[in-house]
């Protein structure tokens, strides 16, 4: 049996509340419900397909991830778009990051299947929400101030089973 799997950066749970708050906007008055049914996170590996029975081999990648560096903050400031007609994404912008990026290449080391490239964002609105929503919704938020920052001390692995859960986190410590 397959499993969806992939590994991020959680704010602490003050800022995922914050973010449901724009979430919950979207769900209401752009039918964006399904941005609902994730927590607030910077994707450092997309979700990838995996055998259930291949998961101690994803376990035994993620955990040779060398997170030898200092926990370091991430600035979030205001809102960005992938204005995608097929697929309209409305996200909160975090400021460039060298941390971040050196932290994704660490990650890229031991996953290196598929080709994406970073683009750190952390989604507020997506899936079902269509063109002409987006368009409506950009509008308001192109110039909404959002600014917070959060430190990143972990990495998480996490496991699709009807919702996203994390099945092992790594630390960064020097």
């Known amino acids: 049996m397959k499993k969806m799997y992939f590994i991020a950066v959680y704010p602490p749970q003050e800022i995922i509340e914050e973010v449901k708050n724009f979430k919950r906007d979207l769900a209401i008055h752009y039918d964006n419900s399904k941005a609902l049914q994730n927590e607030a996170h910077i994707t450092l590996l997309p979700p990838f397909p995996r055998e259930l029975e291949l998961e101690g081999d994803i376990h035994t990648a993620f ?10 903050e991430i600035e979030l400031d205001g809102f960005g778009s992938f204005p995608n007609p ?6 909160i912008h975090p400021k460039e990051n060298v941390h971040l990026a050196k932290l994704y290449h660490k990650v890229k080391e031991h996953f290196n299947f ?5 683009n750190p964002h952390m989604t507020v609105g997506y899936r079902n929400l269509t063109w002409e929503n987006y368009l409506k919704a950009w509008e308001k938020y192109k110039t909404k101030e ?9 990495i998480l692995l996490l496991r ?14 020097k």
């Open 114 to 118: 598929g080709h994406y490239s970073f």
């Open 146 to 154: 959002y600014k917070t920052k959060f430190l990143v001390d972990k």
């Open 63 to 72: 955990q040779k991830i060398s997170t030898e560096m200092d926990p370091f």
């Open 160 to 173: 699709h089973d009807g919702r996203w859960i994390p099945i092992a986190e790594k630390k960064l410590k």
């Open 86 to 91: 097929k697929n309209p994404v409305l996200y």
